[in-house]
């Protein structure tokens, strides 16, 4: 299954309802970066309830990379927060499931995974706050994930080093806004991980991260241009490869579940 | 026993780590809202491992009276992120025993009631944002907590009516900075629930609090002063009656436990 990361325009303009109609027919299973413009979307760690209580605890002492939006109750595949008539194992365009830690296997859809026990958690994902930058006139650029020589605080059976998003940040000014605005989005990852020097947290080669944004070679750094580093989402895969737990589903590269709530709806006002 | 919710000078400029050592010999028994000046404290609720998961999920669909601070590993008393070095079986000034759901006995130390499989959650405590609220000079006054006709949202095996602390602030004006600053805690339970009449959230009489702030009658509402609601700890003693846990231990009234970091730790960036 090869993925579309950017989806057509057509899913762009469409409400959030409308979408995942769309996706839980089998009509698009591409990247979700781009649709419904204005919407939330989050990141998703499907366990087994018996690693729940251990995950929630993980998430609460790594809000960076893991801000909990919502959660379902055991068995249930219905997000009550942030989109009650959503079904999460149809309505995301496609899923990767790690088995003891591996990736197993790529789908698009999850009812033959699905058991009576499964908790899935949503967690926030970087885009919004992305919009709120734009707003705002910062001038950046997204360029990749990294790994970092941070480890994850551990709980119960979780752990993992965690990987980091980072945007190239014009301008002494604008860093210091970039901080304030970012702030303000704990939902979205929150305040920066890192400032400055990539090599402070274990990036080597700020040219080559483990996933490029854009799919293109990197330009090379301007000089009033600052590196930020973020909690990724993507830590996750991380964790579970680290981890092991028997059995976590979580959204394919750039499919992240598409939610009812405004991206300004998490905001924390000032 | 009785209580003494105001303490004595000495304990004001104490440092939280030799105040917790004072408490832990019983030397001190009484409230915990003024020592310990700039220190954040915060409520209690001591479950079984059983009921974690829910409780978890409980707290993380009402924020506002249930903003965890730090939890701690199943058999630990040590909570990592707040004050690695202290004992919550023996560092609260007194606590509070429900079993299935009734106060079954206050005490001063919990080693009797002890078990390997106990969780303690912290929650944040309003006094944090109080002292957020002088600084900024805001002309209020704290009158006391009362129980509303709004109900918690429920999770597994915990439900229970909202309880809400009300404080009178003087002038519009003043109204709009407190909710902007308010906000700015979320760790402190962030926004007020409700502003104005109070009949809205099942308050009849502004004058006849559940517990009164400052043990003494309340003087009329002065034609510039507006009630602003607040999510309130105290919420935990109507849910722990309403859901009837086999055990749950809280702090007992005003005996908050005192952490080592500042107050100002916990604020949001604006």
Redesign the interface.
Known sequence: MSVVLAAPDKYVTMKPKEFREVVRRGEYTGGTGNVCAGYARTAMAIIP?DF??DF??FC??NPSPFP?ID?T?PGSPHPL?VAPEADLRTDVTNYHVYINGKLETKVTDIMSYWRDDLVVFLTGCSRGFDAALVSADIKYRSIGVFSTNISCVP??RFKGPMRTSCRLVKGARDVVRT??IS??Y?AYHG?PIHVGDPAVIGIKDLYHPDVLSRGEAISPLEPDEVPMFWGCGMTLKAVAMASKPPLMITEGDGAMFVTDLLASDLA???
């Open positions: 309830k729940a209580l929630f605890m609460h002492r909990i959660f109750e927060r709980a119960g901080i304030q702030s303000r704990p305040a924390i006002s000032s």
